[in-house]
């Protein structure tokens, strides 16, 4: 399985405009990470915009988790000037 930071450098090397992973399963308290490490990565001006999904508790096992959604969308310079009032909420 690819990890961010090497998803990231196929983005910039290979001139990707956007990069969109649906169900990446990524709880809000890890979302700063995602968005630094696609600054680190990135010309500036690029942009990670995360919709983390809600936690689902189980009643079999009682266990809270993250079963299915969120997203992680990561735009170039040339796209990410263009969002204006969308961002991302670091917790």
């Known amino acids: 399985m690819f990890k961010h930071a090497e998803l990231l ?3 910039s090397s290979s001139s990707v405009n956007a990069l969109v992973l649906i169900d990446a399963r990524v709880p809000k308290h890890h ?3 995602y968005i630094r490490e696609a600054r ?4 500036p001006g ?3 915009l995360m919709v983390s999904p809600s936690f689902i508790s189980n009643f079999s096992d009682r266990a809270d988790a993250i079963k299915v959604g969120g997203h992680v969308i990561t735009l170039n310079n040339r796209w990410g000037q263009s969002l204006v009032h969308w961002k991302s909420v670091c917790i």
């Open 40 to 43: 680190a990565e990135l010309v």
């Open 9 to 11: 450098a196929f983005m």
């Open 46 to 48: 690029s942009i990670c």
């Open 31 to 33: 979302a700063c990470h």
